[in-house]
């Protein structure tokens, strides 16, 4: 069981060397503006706006990637290469901040920017059926996992319905991954919210 959590905890350390190195891209994407008053730097709003949403965004992924592996799963041979399917979506997030930022958020950068984040949530749904479903963790209740499950499906379709959207209205588009990153923030509270309103549901069962 030991040699097992040194190897999920591996996996762990390696994907923290990944973000680590892809959160130093994203910093070094960002230039100085070329002048030197309050108008060249207010000129280079579309870097602040695409780094901070970028930022937030490997922060959520950071942290839902800790709160998956706290389960310790047993690192079999789908895992690995799920995980590495999901940090090689990740790793392609300093590239299209970059680049909507250079093109001040034009219409194509910002879908190809939304399509990033549909191919993040799909590897991180392949990703927790390999943690969860495949292993038969019983620490995560049935309603739970179905929560985890409706909230992969909803975000990964408006990360679609945002790819699409952004071609005609790309303010728009990036308004609706910033939603789709709320429902993130907190993967425990939705766990224990669920888990709660389940076992009051038993209790209300019970005579």
């Given amino acids: 069981m030991s040699a097992s959590h040194n190897n999920a905890d591996r996996l762990v350390f390696f ?30 709003w579309p870097s602040f706006v695409s780094y901070g949403v970028s930022y937030l965004f490997l922060a959520i992924v950071w942290v839902n990637h800790h709160h998956l592996f706290r389960h310790r799963p047993t690192p079999t041979s789908q895992l690995i290469w799920a995980n590495f399917a999901h940090l090689f979506s990740v790793s392609f997030v300093p590239f ?6 250079n093109t001040r958020l034009a219409p194509v950068p910002v879908a190809i920017y939304a399509f990033v984040f549909l191919l993040v949530n799909a590897t991180y749904m392949m990703l927790c059926m390999e943690v969860l ?47 789709c990153l709320i429902l993130y923030l907190r993967p425990e509270i939705a766990e224990s919210a669920k888990t709660l309103s ?10």
Avoid at 96 to 101: D, E, P
């Fill in 133 to 179: 479903d495949r292993q038969h963790m019983h620490a995560i209740p049935g309603p739970v996992r179905r929560a985890m499950l409706r909230r992969s499906v909803l975000t990964l379709l408006a990360f679609l319905a945002a790819a699409v959207i952004a071609l005609i209205y790309p303010i728009a588009g990036l308004v609706i991954v910033c939603f």
């Fill in 96 to 101: 299209t901040t970059i680049w909507i930022a």
């Fill in 15 to 44: 994907g923290d060397a990944v973000f680590a190195i892809i959160i130093t891209l994203l910093v070094l994407g960002l230039r100085p503006p070329d002048g030197e008053d309050w108008h060249a730097l207010l000129g280079l």
């Fill in 198 to 207: 389940s076992h009051d549901g038993l209790q209300d069962d019970k005579p």
